[in-house]
């Protein structure tokens, strides 16, 4: 089914760096034709406006790169500088372990690389830091950095990320849309955002459906939210700021522990709540670990783009191409997989499984990087002063 925003597209299509796709449903029989969303530009006021970013693919129409006898020119040349700087310094998700990593690159690229990773626990907040460092002129903290949508978007506007020729470095059978951002980042993988719920504690009948829904006084003490201030403002923009603002005030009533999604999780699996607003991540999770749970798309299908970002004067720059390049691999693609993270730009994983529920649903599928004027609106003054609003509600105002 086409969308309202095809033909804006097609003309906007010269413009920008990616070719911008939206996912389409994947189910065996007759998916539909994947049509793409209006593209979206950074605010003026951003010192360097960050290129659409693609919207994920599906894999049954994702373009791998083409086979190669051996490594291009380009990545032969990537993979002799990373042996020389022999270390690289990132961020990695909890349950990405650093070891698999090496193993992975040693085998693929015979490359010996010392990891140094430190948990990667707030995107907010990493951005900020690496702003922070790159107007202050310091060697940043990282080479790399896991990063999604507007966190993504505020750290290329800014300036501190280097863009990257990411197409000859691409390894066989790495679908080419996992290029984001122009070439500022590199997907490793995708997730929606919603909630999960515990069906043996909360009858499915009952459980909430929509945003609004989270104020009913039965679920207090029986809820729990991530902190996340640019997450709010997304449903506040897409849903209407009058409406979603009362409605949060209303859920913080019930006073839901507010918690990074890694903690939120954790407090879900051992049972303290039944009800957790989270990533996509922590219904594969409980799954792997044989604990009830179930998945709702409030109000929309909100899609997240998790892409790796190589930071302007890293230490060892060409060790963490090399990195981000297998970690978009179809091998890095496994590594992510085993920890509970699926990709829309591969086949055979959950996501593929909450976005065809979600279109049988008819709910609207949502991107920060390409809602009509989402990216505009969260980076202009208007949206940071939404922000400092969403966080004071947060903190019980």
């Known amino acids: 089914m086409k969308t309202q925003w095809t033909s804006r ?45 693609a919207s994920p693919a599906p894999a049954a129409k994702a373009t791998p790169a083409p086979a190669a006898k051996g490594p291009s020119g380009e990545l032969a040349q990537l993979i002799e500088a990373a042996k020389k700087e022999g270390r690289v310094s990132v961020q990695l998700q909890s349950g990405v372990e650093a070891q698999p990593i090496r193993d992975g690159i040693r085998k693929k690229y015979g490359v010996d690389l010392q990891i140094e990773s430190q948990p990667s626990a707030s995107y907010p907040a990493a951005a900020a830091q690496m702003i922070a460092e790159g107007k202050a002129g310091v060697t940043p903290s990282f080479d790399a950095l896991p990063l999604s949508d507007v966190s993504s978007l505020e750290l290329t506007a800014a300036g501190f990320v280097e863009k990257v020729d990411w197409a000859p470095l691409l390894a066989e059978g790495t679908p080419k849309e996992v290029i984001q951002l122009g070439g500022l980042g590199i ?11 515990n069906p043996t504690a909360i009858p499915s009948a009952e459980a909430p459906k929509t945003f609004g829904d989270l104020a009913n006084p039965k679920w207090r003490g029986k ?130 499984e909450i976005h065809d529920r979600d279109m049988k649903a008819g709910l609207p599928l949502f991107s920060p990087l390409t809602w009509p004027g989402a990216v505009e609106f969260v980076l202009s003054e208007k949206g940071k002063q939404l922000q400092d609003q969403v966080g004071r509600i947060l903190q019980g105002e």
């Open 223 to 352: 809820i729990a939210a991530y902190n996340y201030a640019n997450l709010y403002v997304h449903y506040a923009f897409v849903r209407g700021i009058e409406k979603t603002l009362p409605e949060l005030r209303a859920f913080m009533k019930n006073e839901p522990p507010l918690e990074i999604y890694a903690r939120g999780g954790t407090r879900y699996l051992a049972g303290e709540y039944p009800i957790l607003l989270t990533s996509s991540v922590y219904l594969l999770e409980a799954r792997n670990k044989r604990v009830p749970v179930e998945w709702v798309s409030l109000d929309v299908s909100w899609i997240a783009t998790h892409m790796f970002h190589v930071m302007k004067g890293a230490k060892n720059p060409n060790a963490a191409k090399l990195i981000a390049v297998f970690l978009a691999s179809p091998e890095g693609h496994k590594i992510y997989n085993d920890s509970g993270r699926g990709s829309l730009f591969y086949p055979g994983n959950a996501e593929f």
């Open 9 to 53: 597209f097609r003309e906007d299509l010269a413009t920008i760096a990616t070719l911008l796709l939206v996912v389409a449903a994947c189910a065996p029989a007759a998916p539909p034709t994947p049509q793409p969303p209006s593209p979206t530009a950074a605010t003026k006021a951003a010192p360097a406006p960050a290129p659409a970013a």
């Open 187 to 197: 997907s490793m993988f995708t997730g929606h955002v919603g909630m999960i719920y």
